[in-house]
């Protein structure tokens, strides 16, 4: 897994994340594409 998917899943799970991660996700396209990649998943999932 690569660390931005990695990170978003921490995130997601609602772990603590330090501020070098969530620097990196603000910055990163994937990362927000992961985020919104999972919470369809998420949606579909409890549909």
Known sequence: ???TRE????LMD???VSEEMLDR???D???AEAWY???LLGDC???
């Open 1 to 3: 897994m690569d660390t």
């Open 7 to 10: 990170y978003v899943s921490i």
């Open 14 to 16: 609602g772990d603590q």
């Open 25 to 27: 996700l603000l910055s």
């Open 29 to 31: 396209d994937a990362a």
């Open 37 to 39: 990649e999972y919470h």
């Open 45 to 47: 999932m409890r549909y």
